[in-house]
């Protein structure tokens, strides 16, 4: 499984951003897509995951009720839409595949990455 992500850049504060992850390859063995995020110098942190369905999702707290995840799988792409952009948001984030079923928020269960995309979030 091959992960494309795109649709970082520069934000202000309050602002939005929507990011998006293409899938290729054998898709059909995920089940779970998630995106993490990675601020220099600290460690990746989960985000949001999305099961095949759509329907079933979970957010970190840092960013419920900002940030919403969702699945086209139809076009094999996962989007995060980001509102009320914070400085604090500013990261690579990076979007994952895992083909267990739990929606976990622990990188070690993902087992397909894509590269990162920069969002940065200014004051």
């Known amino acids: 499984v091959q992960l494309q992500a795109s649709g970082g850049g520069l934000v202000q504060a309050g602002g939005s951003l929507r990011l998006s992850c293409a899938a290729s390859?054998?898709?059909?063995?995920?089940?779970?897509m998630a995106w993490f995020r990675q601020a220099p110098g600290r460690e990746r942190e989960f985000v949001a995951a999305a099961r095949t369905s759509g329907v079933s999702t979970r957010y970190a707290d840092s960013v419920k009720g900002r940030f919403t995840i969702s699945r086209d799988n139809a076009k094999n792409t996962v989007t995060l839409q980001m509102n009320s952009l914070k400085p604090e948001d500013t990261s690579v984030y990076y979007c994952?595949?895992?083909?267990?079923?739990?929606?976990?928020?622990?990188?070690?269960?993902?087992?397909?990455w894509g590269q990162g995309t920069l969002v940065t979030v200014s004051s």
């Open positions: 994952a595949a895992s083909r267990r079923y739990s929606l976990s928020s622990y990188k070690y269960e993902y087992d397909y």
């Open positions: 390859g054998r898709t059909f063995t995920t089940s779970v």
